[in-house]
């Protein structure tokens, strides 16, 4: 099905890949509006970053920054490849987060449909994601179905 939406940044917004240099701006702050973070430092940091990028076609963590350049929103695409439908890729969408004073101004969703775009130049399938029920109403703004229950086992 042809997935139609576009992203819609406020001007001076940006839509982009993470980079190393956002340890110290502002990213880990806007993740903290959806869970806790913990103490990262900044080695940890650079770590993961870099686990990240080399595996370019299967980790894709994504910011919106505001007209400073300052990270205001946070998601990731995670691209499963998988042996069914022959060896067909799934995505999966993470760690999606406005920080509070941005909130409402479709940057949420310019983050969702941003991150599924990248899914289709991924030759995903399909995308799938985990969330609350309060939140069900603003993915089916990103055009997203409801396809019932989320199973879970925390360690
Ligand atoms: N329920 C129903 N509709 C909503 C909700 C909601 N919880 N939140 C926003 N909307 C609507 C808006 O009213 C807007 O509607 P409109 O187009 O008719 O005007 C549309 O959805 C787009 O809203 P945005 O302005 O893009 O929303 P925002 O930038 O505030 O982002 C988000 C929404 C991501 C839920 C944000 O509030 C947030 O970060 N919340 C805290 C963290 C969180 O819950 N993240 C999602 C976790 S699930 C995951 O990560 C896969």
Redesign the pocket.
Known sequence: MPYTKEITLPEGYTFRRLEKSDYNNNYRETLQ??TTVGEISESKFNDLFENWNALPNIFHPHVITNEQGKVVATGMLFVEKKLIHECASLGH??????AKSE????????MIVGLTKVAQQQECYKVV????P??V??YE?CGYGNGGNNMYIKF
């Open positions: 509006v959806l969408i993470e760690d999606i987060s406005v909130q409402g101004k479709k940057l949420g969703y310019s994601l985990d969330c609350s309060h939140n109403g603003f703004k």
